[in-house]
């Protein structure tokens, strides 16, 4: 089967369930405006802070589409939003807790957006202020706190050095020139000077270097309009959850109801093919042609004529119709008609009967080999075009149902094979008067 089948059922199956399907679709909105209504607002604040070298050799990193070359900018995004820097804030505010801020990284920049979401539009902006002080803060006391620790070290290292020249100079005076021992001396000595000389020049390129740890570009301001709850995010949301839901339950349920109310419905839920549909006004010529399509598919010569449901009959007040039609139709009020039957032609009555009830009657046929030719279809919801069934008692030929019923009386002396079938007229509904 073709995908384009597949989505003809698919379409074909909630175009049946329209209206579940909307209900679901009305229900999902309305709550997503319910909860939109029931949430309390929410106001976003940022703040934009300019992200420099702090003064320090900082590691290698490949230059990206969102870091330069000397800056990480996405460990810097971490550390501005760490617990660390959160409760910098939070003491710089006399608070006990802030809400969480949410640092993004704009593409081909080295700009942070520290964004703090609160109940009220002011705290948002404090707090978004707060997180981006406490962040420069912490990078400036993290860069002067290395600083000082290579300082250290590179003091420690220079006096290791000016150690090893006072004992190489006390050697080089203790050894007689031109010996091995005094060129070796004094080659040791030239190195320690000039290590000496370049921890010197480090160390004095820690102790000016200038500590800039960033600034802020654009202070937070309180902001005028809440950011959420957002009216296309709950109602679209809603609307897609109804729908969703609306869809499964279309499916489950059309699963679920075995009522037949199409022809369509007769066809696939019960296999048998429908040889006319007169649940709609009738075109000329449908009954004409049901009837050869009748005489075409009985194998035999008695037809049996089952309707379901049973209180389905057509007015006895029919129109001759001009078909010759070599069947003996049985209505099923002889006791022996069933026993005679050569096929059978069921009259389905859309929307009263189930495709349980139809597959009972079929197996009931089947147990005495009644072969079913086809159904028709008819219905009860425009009067009068419903064809029902009114079996007469004392008919020799019965009738022949095709859209509703074919009616034929065989004459005294007239061959069966030349009795007239009579069509359908405008029915009534049972209980008026014919």
């Not at 570009?217 to 309180?222: G, L």
């Given at each position: 089967m073709s995908s384009g089948t597949d989505l003809d059922e698919h379409l074909s199956l909630l175009r049946r369930r329209w209206l579940l399907l909307v209900g679901c679709v009305v229900f999902g909105g309305t709550a997503g405006l319910a909860l939109m209504r029931l949430t309390p607002p929410a106001y976003t604040a940022t703040t934009q802070v300019l992200v420099m070298p702090a003064g320090l050799q900082e590691p290698g990193n490949p230059v990206t589409s969102r870091q330069r070359e000397p800056l990480n900018l996405d460990t810097e995004a971490q550390v501005a939003q760490s617990a660390v820097v959160a409760a910098r804030a939070a003491r710089a505010l006399g608070a006990a807790a802030l809400e969480p801020a949410e640092v993004t990284v704009p593409p081909n920049s080295a700009v942070l957006w520290i964004s703090v979401t609160a109940p009220a539009p002011t705290a948002a902006a404090e707090q978004s202020g707060a997180y981006a002080t406490a962040y420069l803060a912490n990078r400036r006391e993290s860069a002067l706190t290395a600083m000082a620790e290579q300082q250290e070290a590179v003091l420690s290292k220079l006096k290791q050095v000016n150690a090893g020249i006072d004992v190489v100079i006390k050697e080089l005076d203790r050894l007689p020139r031109g010996t091995p021992g005094h060129a070796i001396a004094t080659q040791r000595q030239?190195?320690?000077?000039?290590?000496?000389?370049?921890?010197?020049?480090?160390?004095?390129?820690?102790?000016?270097?200038?500590?800039?740890?960033?600034?802020?570009?654009?202070?937070?301001?309180?902001?005028a309009a809440p950011s959420s709850p957002s009216l296309p995010l709950h109602l679209g949301t809603g609307l897609m959850a109804g729908l969703l839901a609306g869809s499964a339950a279309a499916y489950v349920r059309d699963r679920l109801d075995r009522r037949l109310r199409t022809a369509a419905d007769v066809e696939r839920l019960t296999?048998?093919?429908?040889?006319?549909?007169?649940?709609?006004?009738?075109?000329?010529?449908?009954?004409?042609?049901?009837?050869?399509?009748?005489?075409?598919a009985c194998p035999g010569k008695r037809l049996l004529v089952r309707a379901l449901p049973a209180d389905l009959y057509a007015s006895s007040l029919a129109e001759p119709l001009a078909v010759s039609a070599p069947l003996i139709v049985l209505d099923g009020t002889d006791v022996r008609d069933?026993?005679?039957?050569?096929?059978?032609?069921?009259?389905?009555?859309?929307?009263?009967?189930?495709?349980?009830?139809?597959?009972?009657?079929?197996?009931?046929?089947?147990?005495?080999?009644?072969?079913?030719?086809?159904?028709?279809?008819?219905?009860?919801?425009?009067?009068?075009?419903?064809?029902?069934?009114?079996?007469?008692?004392?008919?020799?030929?019965?009738?022949?149902?095709?859209?509703?019923?074919?009616?034929?009386?065989?004459?005294?002396?007239?061959?069966?094979?030349?009795?007239?079938?009579?069509?359908?007229?405008?029915?009534?509904?049972?209980?008026?008067?014919?």
């Open positions: 030239g190195v320690l000077n000039r290590q000496a000389a370049s921890l010197a020049l480090k160390y004095d390129a820690l102790r000016t270097v200038a500590v800039t740890p960033g600034s802020v570009i654009s202070q937070a301001t309180p902001p296999g048998l093919p429908v040889l006319s549909d007169l649940s709609s006004p009738r075109e000329h010529g449908v009954l004409h042609d049901l009837a050869c399509a009748v005489v075409s069933l026993a005679r039957a050569d096929a059978a032609l069921l009259l389905v009555g859309l929307r009263l009967v189930t495709a349980d009830q139809v597959a009972n009657t079929v197996q009931q046929l089947a147990r005495h080999d009644v072969p079913i030719i086809g159904v028709v279809t008819a219905t009860d919801a425009v009067p009068s075009f419903v064809p029902l069934l009114e079996p007469r008692a004392h008919t020799s030929l019965g009738k022949l149902v095709a859209s509703g019923e074919l009616t034929g009386e065989l004459e005294s002396g007239v061959s069966a094979e030349t009795t007239p079938m009579q069509a359908l007229h405008h029915p009534r509904r049972p209980g008026q008067p014919t």
